[in-house]
Nanobody, 126 residues
Framework: QVQLVESGGGLVQAGGSLRLSCVASGRTFSSYKIGWFRQAPGKEREFVAATRRSGSATYYADSVKGRFTISRDNAKNTVYLQMNSLKPEDTAIYYC???????????????????WGQGTQVTVSS
């Protein structure tokens, strides 16, 4: 079992940056693919970015490609989401999630993830 705790959210002006962290408990962190998702008020939870178990490959939603970077440090049981050039439409609660399936490629569908953090609020003002 994995427990995930996000941090790093906050209020930032458009064009600014934030770095989110997702710290996992458990000794098997490196066996999970990790994804970041977000959910804005009145909208469904959507895929943002994900990384393979080793961090050797990363995947992004088109809406954040070129602005966000996901990375992981398995020695620290931590995954990061560096968010640059933030836009008001990036405002949402951001969640990290762990995918324990045998597939090498992380899923983009929330229902395929096994464990979730509590989320951290990101608000981008115009």
């Amino acid at each position: 079992q994995v427990q995930l705790v996000e941090s790093g959210g906050g209020l930032v002006q458009a064009g600014g940056s934030l770095r989110l962290s997702c710290v996992a408990s458990g000794r098997t962190f490196s066996s999970y693919k990790i994804g970041w998702f977000r959910q804005a008020p009145g909208k469904e939870r959507e895929f943002v970015a994900a990384t393979r178990r080793s961090g050797s490959a990363t995947y992004y939603a088109d809406s954040v490609k070129g602005r966000f970077t996901i990375s992981r440090d398995n020695a620290k049981n931590t995954v990061y989401l560096q968010m640059n050039s933030l836009k008001p439409e990036d405002t949402a609660i951001y969640y990290c999630a762990a995918d324990g399936s045998s597939s090498g490629i992380p899923a983009r569908v929330p229902s395929l993830y096994d464990y979730w953090g509590q989320g951290t609020q990101v608000t981008v003002s115009s």
